[in-house]
């Protein structure tokens, strides 16, 4: 059984390669901007400067062959099970981003704390929810 994601927008980040990039986004991550297809103009309409978001990414750059890795890329750490680890290498690549919205414009939603590189597809934003929500 298959299932169909089509991307609602796409990350505009200076990040470009997964060398490069930081583990976590609160580990230095660089301003990015979420770029929505049109289409998601009134899904985005709510959202506001200070929001914070989790954002669902397809990590198209991917292994989607690994069950099992060395955490954060260090092989001093044991071989450990891909569901127990935050690997973008996975057999289903979705990445999942806590982010704080920093600007909107039009369809473009400026974020901090967002680890995906550029071109990333984006699959989904969902509110992050507190005790009163």
């Known amino acids: 059984m298959t299932y169909e994601i089509r991307p609602i927008g ?3 980040s200076p990040l470009v390669d997964r060398a490069s990039a930081p583990k976590q ?6 301003e990015a901007w979420l770029a929505f297809d049109p289409a998601m103009a009134d899904g985005i309409r709510d959202l506001t400067v200070g929001d914070e978001v989790f954002v669902l990414t397809w990590l198209h750059l991917a292994d989607r062959s690994v069950v099992a890795v060395h955490p954060r ?22 990445g999942l981003h806590r982010v704080r ?6 369809l473009r939603v400026q974020v901090v704390d967002l680890e995906a590189i ?5 699959v989904d934003v969902k509110p992050v929810l507190d005790a009163t929500r």
Request: no cysteine; glycine share 12%; charged share 25%.
């Open 10 to 12: 796409v990350v505009e």
């Open 25 to 30: 986004g609160v580990e230095g991550s660089p």
């Open 73 to 94: 890329d260090d092989l001093r750490n044991p071989l450990t099970g891909v569901f127990s680890t935050r690997s973008s290498d996975r057999p289903n690549p979705i």
């Open 101 to 106: 919205v920093l600007a909107i414009d039009g």
């Open 118 to 122: 550029d071109g990333t597809p984006i």
